[in-house]
């Protein structure tokens, strides 16, 4: 599966739109990027995920640039309940192996 | 819809004794499960893919005789460790995969089990 690359770290304030970026320069063209985030302690929730297309679901918007190579999660209005780490991961689509690769992710800090 | 739970959501043990952790998926039929591990300030690293009906599938490094993995069911999947050792504590969380999205199945998580070995 493709290697993605996120910031570390970063800070939204309560109300605004949060933009999370992901880099997947590898990725193939039958990997789908999806979105996962993490609340401390808790397990992984999917968040939502898309193969060329821009996505839109109750959560949150994906958005996928033309070549692929990368995309950017948007919460429209971040709240504190939030925060947490976010997952970008690109996985192959179909066959048998549904495997998840998580990286280090972004840690989003929304602040009131 | 999609909910994973796990039980028991929490336990400490003694060292040298065996502790089995539950997966199930409430309100879907899971083919697949998934076991993961994670470390304070880690992320997830995934130790096994567990089949409904077949053995389990280990990620290199993953000691199989140590964390045994049944998938009795297609609702239910255990991991047992046997003979928990301090190393062995950590935070395990397992996912189960739904093939109600055509051509992409994505997992749902369950809500982790805390283990601690004393």
């Known amino acids: 599966d493709a290697k993605t690359t996120q910031p570390p770290s970063m800070d939204c304030a309560e109300g605004r739109a949060a933009n999370l970026p992901c880099n997947h320069s590898t990725i193939s063209g039958n990997e789908y990027v999806y979105w996962y985030r993490q609340i401390h302690s808790q397990g992984p929730q999917y968040i939502i995920h898309g193969l060329k297309n821009n996505e839109t679901n109750e959560m949150a918007s994906l958005i996928i640039t033309e070549d692929r190579k990368s995309s950017t999660l948007i919460l429209p209005h971040a709240t504190l309940r939030d925060t947490a780490v976010y997952y970008c991961?690109?996985?192959?689509?179909?066959?048998?192996?549904?495997?998840?690769?998580f990286g280090k992710g972004t840690l989003l800090t929304v602040n009131p | 819809g999609a909910v994973v739970s796990q039980h028991p959501s929490w336990v400490i043990c003694k060292s040298g004794t065996s502790v089995k952790i539950e997966c199930r998926s409430l309100d879907f039929q899971a083919t697949t499960m998934f076991w993961y591990r994670q470390f304070p300030k880690q992320s997830l690293m995934l130790m096994a893919t567990?089949?409904?009906?077949?053995?389990?599938?280990?990620e290199q490094g993953v000691e199989k005789d140590k964390f045994l993995i049944n998938h009795a069911s297609l609702t239910l999947s255990t991991l047992t460790v046997t003979s928990a050792h301090p190393e062995d504590s950590s935070f395990y969380i397992c996912?189960?995969?739904?093939?109600?999205?055509?051509?992409?199945?994505?997992?749902?998580f369950g809500p982790g089990t805390r283990l601690t070995v004393l």
């Open positions: 567990s089949n409904e009906g077949s053995k389990a599938t280990y």
């Open positions: 996912s189960a995969k739904t093939s109600r999205t055509s051509g992409s199945g994505e997992q749902f």
């Open positions: 991961i690109v996985r192959v689509a179909g066959g048998s192996n549904y495997k998840l690769t």
